[in-house]
């Protein structure tokens, strides 16, 4: 059986039932959403969903930035004023 990484649950009939309630209920935290007592999906709400997507962006312009630090041996140094 799988770990719920929610502390609020629901079943899949209970969210077709009615999902506002539902939403409302769980006050912004994550809610498991359960089909045979098995995580199946959470439901999450926008404003956590926008700043996961925010931090996983930086975490990849992070990794991209990596990279092109390692680039830095193959770089060639101009000056400005000479372009």
Known sequence: MK???ASCSASITELK???SALIEKAEGEPIAILNHNSPTAYLIPAETYEMIMERLEDYQLGL???ERQDEKIEAVEVDIDEL
């Open 17 to 19: 039932r009615n999902p």
């Open 64 to 66: 991209i930035v990596k």
């Open 3 to 5: 770990s719920v990484l």
